[in-house]
């Protein structure tokens, strides 16, 4: 038998120094008093100019507006960097673990503000000013943290779009942000295996061109050395350029609303939406959960294994660490290269306290035994996280009992891109643990259950999550669309904002996330809108119709399962299914890659002509004996087809 519970050990209870009470008197005031608590709070971070006021936010219809030390200024790069220089300019801000186990670098505070000083000079010097938006399309590699460090510095907007996307992707991302500038390497390297990001960026700015968004400037670091085409005038060589300008650069006086980053991320319609983050709720509220759910303390070496393409790596390898002036480790490799004992070699190599990963990698890890963990020692391992997708049980306790042998907690984070950091999660020596549940709210954060009536539910529920009043670190807005806004996330729910999860709430209070409520999936800890991979199937010239759903997957957590109707005449043959993954990942990139194409001649619809994807989630996960009333279809026939040849027999 599994424990269900794990009591919080004496040796978890030595550093921050909340313990249960600590945690439930914190969490009690800062909803009583919220401008009490996150005005004291604020001070954790320099301020240029000190706030006055502190939460001014309204959910209400019509006027959503959230604003946070409104009157105060400051600079995050000034705070992840120069106010650390006089006590630790020596002390290791990041350190870089290459894809080959022989390439790592160390960088100390004093190096990070040249670099990013000097990244921000040859921006001014391309022309970038406050506001202007800078895209970045990086691998895993130092120069990726200090160019949006340098971004911060300067006041211009970084929107990072992960490695993975294809040109078309990003071409999209440059053309939303309105972005001139461009920040990529020659290529990546994972897993031993070259990434061709310039070349990719080249066609990108060839279609954002097209598109009337042009680029004039793409600064190029050199990763592999790899062959690359360079155009004159527009492209300039980082190693080149970083020679020429000087390694000081005063940081921009920001306001505390003034936009920090834009960060692209796939909702249940349309196309990818810029969730935008501004300056100073954004940094204190990272830095506070970083200290307070890690429990980092001082001279500790934290990695966080998440890419910075996502949400994960902006607010929890860059800014809430290094706002707290701690050692970030940066990976640029894979779980399984040169073998998958890596992580723990990476761990023991340095002397990782705090390990912060994905359940997809650790259930991917689990099914490759216990003996790569085993030879490995991780004795420096103090705390373990985990964030992007639920945890199963399972996993959970293989992570607890094999890789922390039973001594390290293991914090279940849940929170999303608009949320900017974590809302519910344990606190390292204030919190029992659940395997599975991700436990209880971080000090502000109000999450409330409803049903889809909009009906509160209390005490011991299942339902939707809801959060009712706001958090420093929330998104503002999405980029250039208010009201985008508005309808995406408070209008199902009017006076709150609905989180798109599902969620259980047991006797003791604690949250067990379910998954997505929406028709957003989770493949790989990674968000995927099925409509986006539907508009991409259809836009093939032999498909008709397309319709996308999750089923349960046992590494990724949920694959992704196409229905397809093919255009009157065209043969389904398995070449074609080869060919519609290949323009999926083509289109958008590798995590969107189709796991299961089904052909279906037809698709369940009622009679007003809308898809019944309860059904065919029934069928992708095999579980076509409770397919419940389906009297209300246009034809009821297509059931049978569509049961008769599912791609998902068990
Ligand atoms: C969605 C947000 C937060 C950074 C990484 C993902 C799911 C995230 C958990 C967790 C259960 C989780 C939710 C959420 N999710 N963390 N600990 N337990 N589910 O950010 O791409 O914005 O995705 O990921 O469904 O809504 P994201």
């Known amino acids: 038998m599994e424990p269900t519970v794990v009591d919080i050990k004496d040796e978890w209870k030595q550093g921050a120094g909340l313990d249960e009470a600590g945690y439930a008197a ?30 001014n936010t309204s959910f209400e219809p019509g006027n959503i507006s959230i604003k946070w030390y409104e009157d105060g200024t400051l600079n995050v790069s000034a705070n992840c960097i120069d106010r650390h220089l006089e006590k630790r300019g020596n002390q290791t ?88 500038v461009l920040i990529t390497a020659d290529e990546g390297l ?33 990763r592999t050395g790899g062959d690359i085409n360079v155009v004159e005038g527009r492209d300039v060589w980082w190693h080149e350029a970083r020679l020429t300008v000087a390694a000081e650069c005063p940081p921009e006086e920001m306001s505390a609303e003034d936009p920090l980053f834009i960060l692209y991320t796939s909702g249940s319609t349309g196309k990818p939406k810029g969730v935008l983050h501004t300056t100073g709720g954004y940094l204190v509220y990272v830095s506070l959960t970083h200290q307070y759910v890690f429990d980092y303390r001082d001279g500790e070496v934290y990695w966080c294994s998440a890419d910075v393409g996502w949400v994960t790596g902006h607010s929890y390898i860059v800014y809430g ?3 707290n002036g701690g050692t970030t480790l940066m990976f640029e490799g894979v779980p399984n290269y040169p073998d998958t004992s890596r992580f723990w070699q990476v761990v023991d190599k340095h002397k990782v306290s705090i390990f912060y990963t994905a359940p997809t990698a650790i259930r991917a890890l689990m099914g490759a ?39 390290c907690p293991v914090v279940d984070t849940w929170w999303q891109t608009e949320t900017g950091g974590i809302l519910i999660s344990p606190l390292v020596g204030a919190t029992k643990l659940k395997p599975g549940s991700a436990t209880l709210p971080f000090f502000g954060v109000v999450p409330q259950l409803v049903d889809n009536e909009g009906k509160v539910l209390e005490g011991a529920a299942d ?42 709430r047991d006797e003791d209070g604690y949250y067990w996330i379910t998954g997505r409520v929406d028709d957003v999936i989770n493949v790989s800890g990674h968000r995927m809108g099925t409509a986006e991979v539907e508009s991409s199937l259809v836009a093939h010239p032999l498909v008709s119709e397309a319709a996308v759903v999750g089923y349960p997957h046992d590494i990724k957590g949920q694959g ?16 074609l299914r080869k060919e519609l993954v290949q323009h ?6 590798a995590i969107a890659s189709p796991d299961k194409i089904q052909f279906s001649p037809g698709l369940p619809k009622t009679r007003s002509g809308k898809i019944m994807r309860r059904i065919l989630r029934k069928i992708a996960e095999d579980d076509f004996g409770a397919l419940g009333d389906t009297s209300t279809l246009a034809d009821p026939g297509v059931v049978d087809d569509l049961i008769g040849n599912r791609q998902n027999r068990k």
């Open 26 to 55: 914190w969490y009690a005031q800062s909803l009583q008093d919220p401008d009490g608590f996150w005005g004291e709070q604020g001070k954790r971070i320099d301020w240029i100019k000190p706030y006055t006021r502190v939460k």
């Open 93 to 180: 801000a990041i350190i870089w673990e290459g894809d080959d186990p022989a390439d790592s670098r160390a960088i100390t505070y004093r190096e990070l503000y040249e670099e990013v000083c000097r990244m921000a000079n040859l921006l001014k010097e391309r022309g970038v000013k406050r506001g202007d938006r800078v895209t970045l399309y990086m691998p895993m590699i130092p120069e990726a943290a200090f160019a949006m460090l340098a971004c911060s510095r300067v006041g211009a907007i970084h929107s990072v779009v992960f490695g993975g996307f294809s040109p078309d992707a990003l071409a999209g991302r440059l053309e939303g942000a309105a972005s001139s």
């Open 321 to 323: 660490p290094l706002a």
């Open 584 to 589: 999926v990942r083509n289109d958008i990139g």
């Open 190 to 222: 994972r897993g031993g295996r070259k990434i061709p990001l310039k070349k990719n960026a080249d066609r990108a700015v060839e279609i954002a061109g097209k598109a009337g968004q042009a680029v004039d400037t793409v600064i190029v670091v050199r």
């Open 560 to 575: 992704i399962y196409c229905y397809v109707t093919l255009m009157e005449g065209v043969e389904p043959t398995d070449e």
């Open 369 to 407: 035994g216990d003996e790569p963990v085993l030879k490995t020692s991780r004795k420096s391992l103090r705390v373990l996280g985990s964030v992007g997708e639920p945890i199963n049980p399972e996993a959970w306790n293989w992570y607890y009992r094999v890789v922390g042998q039973e001594r």
């Open 463 to 504: 339902g939707n999550l809801c959060l009712t009043d706001s958090w420093p670190s929330q998104m503002r807005t999405i980029f250039g669309d208010h009201d985008r806004f508005e309808q995406t996330y408070f209008s199902t729910y009017p006076g709150k904002y609905f989180t798109g999860d599902g969620c259980r």
